[in-house]
């Protein structure tokens, strides 16, 4: 608590009159970049057009974000640590939260299959949370190479991202085809 309220130019205990414990920090950085994801996904979920499209302009706005928040991801990381008893309070709070954005995208997939812009076979839950994975790996990958004024880097991992892109939309689409097992 001591480095936190060094770093934040403040007493301990002006710390301590907002957070008693390190693990309340940390799960108010995270519940903080959330309502970010939260606001994003909220946003592209109410623009207009199919929900691939819709799908597509998340997946863009979801790697920027990514980049822009690299820092909730080490959050993320320090929470998982939180130990049973009065942590599990907190990772209870933060898997409703993380439910409920997997929730949002999943709505987005659902619709998708009934406007015919998906595949009508989709699992929306599941591909809601293999589309949010893979973003955030594409977003880490991307901020940990793509070191600022270094555009270069920064063409090829958008190059990635959109290839990445490109084919989760394909797979999710009506242009996919199943493969044919082998025999």
């Not at 990381?77 to 949002?104: H, T, W």
């Not at 989709?122 to 955030?136: S, Y």
């Amino acid at each position: 608590m001591r480095d936190i309220a060094d770093a934040a130019e403040l007493s301990k205990g002006s710390l301590y009159l907002q957070f008693s414990r390190k693990e309340e920090i940390i799960l108010a950085l995270i519940l903080r970049s959330l309502d970010g994801l939260e606001r994003l996904i909220e946003a592209e979920a109410a623009k207009p057009g199919s929900a691939r499209e819709r799908l597509e302009r998340l997946a863009w706005a979801y790697e920027a974000y990514a980049i822009e928040n690299h820092d909730a991801r080490d959050y993320i990381r320090q929470a998982s640590g939180f130990q049973r008893g009065s942590g599990s309070a907190y990772r209870r709070v933060l898997r409703e939260r993380i439910d409920r954005l997997y929730g949002m995208a999943a709505a987005i997939f659902a619709e998708g299959s009934k406007d015919g812009s998906l595949r009508p076979d989709v699992e929306a839950a599941k591909v809601a949370r293999l589309f949010t994975v893979g973003m955030g790996l594409l977003g880490e990958r991307a901020f940990k190479l793509c070191p600022a004024g270094s555009p270069v880097s920064a063409a090829e991992e958008e190059a990635l991202s959109g290839g990445f892109i490109e084919l989760f939309m394909y797979f999710i689409s009506g242009g996919y085809q199943h493969a044919q097992p082998r025999r």
